[in-house]
C-alpha cells in the first residue's frame, strides 16, 4: 500500500499564500506523474496541477501565474506553492501519485485531502 499524506492546508485571506506538502510513503520503486486536485462544495473535483517524473508541469487555467506544482523526488513529497489566493479557490485539495512497487505493480493513490480555505 501506498499512503499519501497531505499538510499545510488553512484559512487565509484573499491575495494570501499557502504552501501544501503531499508526502508518499510504502514499498515504492518509482513515482510518475503526481497531481493536485480540488474539490468544492456541489462542483465535481477538478485537476489543479500535475507534474511528471521528468518536472514536466501544466496547470488548471485559473491557477497559471498563481500556483507552482514541484517534486522532490529523494522525499517523494509534492508540493503546490499558490500565491493571491481567491476565495473561489476555497476546496478540498487532494494529493495523487501514480507509479510502480518494488514488485513491479502498478499504483495509484490518494491522499485524505486538506482544507483551504480563502476569506474574502
Known amino acids: 500500500q501506498v499512503q499519501l499524506v497531505e499538510s499545510g492546508g488553512g484559512l487565509v485571506q484573499a491575495g494570501g499564500s499557502l504552501r501544501l506538502s503531499c508526502a508518499a510513503s510504502?514499498?515504492?520503486?518509482?513515482?510518475?506523474?503526481m497531481r493536485w486536485y480540488r474539490q468544492a462544495p456541489g462542483k465535481q473535483r477538478e485537476l489543479v496541477a500535475v507534474i511528471t517524473s521528468l518536472s514536466s508541469t501544466n496547470y488548471v487555467d485559473s491557477g497559471k501565474g498563481r500556483f507552482t506544482i514541484s517534486r522532490d523526488n529523494a522525499k517523494n513529497t509534492v508540493y503546490l506553492q499558490m500565491n493571491t489566493l481567491k476565495p473561489e479557490d476555497t476546496a478540498v485539495y487532494y494529493c495523487n501519485a501514480d507509479g510502480i512497487y518494488y514488485s513491479g505493480r502498478l499504483f495509484s493513490s490518494w491522499g485524505q485531502g486538506t482544507q483551504v480555505t480563502v476569506s474574502s
Open positions: 510504502g514499498s515504492i520503486s518509482s513515482i510518475n506523474a
